[in-house]
């Protein structure tokens, strides 16, 4: 995951936190505020990997920030990609748009790492490795669930994600693909079920000049391939023009 803004956006709301925490000596504090600000400033140094899904399959917004005149929306059955994307360290989880709703996350896991803090204090356990056990138990906790707090101006994309776990850039299922101005990494995720299916249900047809004839096209590519079993396809009923 490479938008700046948004890992941006989840680290103010932690900021705020930090500065209403209670339960701390004002030198504890301190010294607990700089080690979470210490580790947030560094996090350039985690990868992780984000495919983003909607509630909304027939968004006039989307088709015309992602289809250009064009494309299809696929639609997912929701507990077999949740177990396909999981077996391959994946977290399936609704993005988060309330503020009210946003910081009960970040306080909760303030609170956890507060307590891992008091454990290494009360342990006698020296400043490197209360970093060392704030960074396992909050900063890679963090980094995947910072990408499903966002801004409340994205509500209604109503978007879901699928996050990984933090990913070395060397992993064989990472690859690159062209971008506008520089090579993008991306994560080779596997949608075969095991049984040689998908967790495919549906296709909708993206406003197009030639309707029919698309979504002719997809039910017949569905009944040639042996992955997408039962799969609908239907256009979009948004009266939608670019071309």
């Not at 949740?82 to 609170?111: H, I, N, P, S, W």
């Not at 030639?210 to 009923?237: D, M």
């Amino acid at each position: 995951m490479n938008d700046a803004t948004e890992f941006a956006h989840a680290m103010g709301l932690v900021k705020a936190q930090l500065e209403r925490i209670e339960g701390f000596e004002p030198a504890e504090l301190s010294d607990f505020k700089r080690i979470i600000t210490s580790q947030l400033e560094s996090i350039s140094r985690i990868y992780v990997f984000v495919f983003s899904l909607s509630e909304q399959s027939d968004l006039l917004s989307q088709w015309r920030g992602y289809a250009g005149g064009g494309g299809f929306a696929v639609e997912f059955e929701w507990e077999r990609l949740k177990r396909v994307a999981g077996r391959q360290g994946f977290l399936l989880g609704r993005c988060l748009y309330r503020t009210d709703q946003k910081e009960a996350v970040v306080k909760q896991m303030l609170k956890v790492a507060q307590e891992v803090y008091w454990r290494c204090v009360r342990q006698g356990a020296g400043r490197e490795h209360v970093a060392g056990e704030l960074w396992k138990r909050f900063v890679q906790d963090f980094v995947r669930v910072s990408p499903l707090l966002k801004h409340y101006s994205f509500h209604e994309e109503r978007e879901w994600r699928l996050v990984s776990r933090p990913t070395n850039m060397d992993a064989p299922e990472v690859d690159y693909r062209e971008g506008h101005s520089m090579l993008v990494p991306y994560f080779k995720l596997s949608l075969e079920d095991g049984s040689g299916g998908m967790p495919v249900s549906g296709v909708v047809v993206g406003p197009c000049p030639h309707p029919e004839l698309s979504q002719n096209s997809v039910v017949n590519f569905v009944q040639k391939s042996a992955n997408f079993k039962q799969l609908s396809a239907r256009c979009s009923q948004i009266p939608y023009r670019e071309w």
